[in-house]
């Protein structure tokens, strides 16, 4: 069988065509950046061994399993992060969070000091980290799966962020920081959109029946762990929006607000502690 088969095989059984691509080069053991090898070498022949890869592939995709699961990596916010079955794939509408955090920054004197609650890869903490080295950046999560992959991550890339072990603001405790950013689990249990997530880490999708339970949670004690002033920012579903904002008001942050991913919908929303309470 010849590349160019190859590819007309797998689209035939319902794969587009970046990922028949995609699926190729990783058999063959290539980038991802190098479609236009596959193109000028479409006559070439599969030998048996890649030809046995790429069924193996082809299955997996088949079965749901996320490219990223597939390739090993996931890009965010510009950088290279490795990716397996202990931590959700880091989204790029997660980037709207890591965005309003950054710009969040030009309010506090000296290094902020940041805490990213359930950081999963270490997405969010690293993308920060990256972007402002002077600031101090710690992250928790409940799963010493998920801490691994991150702590390898930041070793990977050079970017010192303390990880820490434990559920929400209890893995920090008597600390204090100028911004909490958090992309928490928020899909109701039941949700038909859960089907398609099935190779992702339940721990990382669901929140009760709601949603809401984890956001209601960390909303309720993020002031445990904020200095006066400082910012809690939190990403949630496209529907949830005014209940977060409602949930950050009632607990008595100021200056709540939503901020919409690329796709125009309000998917992060947040405020600040009050200076004095
Ligand atoms: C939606 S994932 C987000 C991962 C990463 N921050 C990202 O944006 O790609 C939620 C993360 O919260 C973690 N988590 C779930 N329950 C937790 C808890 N009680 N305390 C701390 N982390 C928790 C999960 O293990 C998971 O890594």
Known sequence: ???????????????????????????????????????????????????????????RRADGEPMAYLRGDQEFFGLTLQVDARVL???????????????????????????????????????IKAQRPAACVFATDASDGAL???RRNAGRLGLAVDFLPGHWIAAVPGQRFHIIASNPPYIAEGDIHLAA????????????AD????????????????????????EHGHDQAPAVR????????????SRADLAGIARCSG???????
């Open 197 to 208: 997530l099935g190779h992702e880490p339940v721990s990382a999708l669901t929140a009760g």
């Open 271 to 277: 405020g600040q502690w009050p200076q004095r309470r």
């Open 1 to 59: 069988m010849t590349l160019r088969e190859a590819l007309a095989h797998l689209q035939g059984k319902g794969l587009d065509r970046i990922d028949a691509q995609m699926l190729l080069l990783l058999a063959l053991g290539r980038g991802a950046h190098e479609r236009a090898w596959l193109m000028a070498h479409d006559g070439d022949a599969l030998d048996a061994s890649t030809t046995a890869r790429l069924d193996a592939l082809a299955q």
């Open 89 to 127: 794939v880091p989204r790029s509408d997660t980037e709207t969070l890591v965005s309003w955090a950054i710009a969040r920054f030009d309010h506090f004197p000296g290094p902020t000091r940041v805490l990213d609650l359930g950081t999963g890869s270490g997405a969010i903490a690293l993308a």
């Open 148 to 150: 691994c992959v991150a």
């Open 211 to 234: 949603g809401l339970d984890d956001i209601r949670h960390i909303v309720a004690h993020a002031h445990e762990a904020l200095h006066p002033g400082g910012w809690l920012l939190l």
């Open 246 to 257: 409602e949930l950050l008001r009632a607990a008595g942050f100021e200056q709540v607000d």
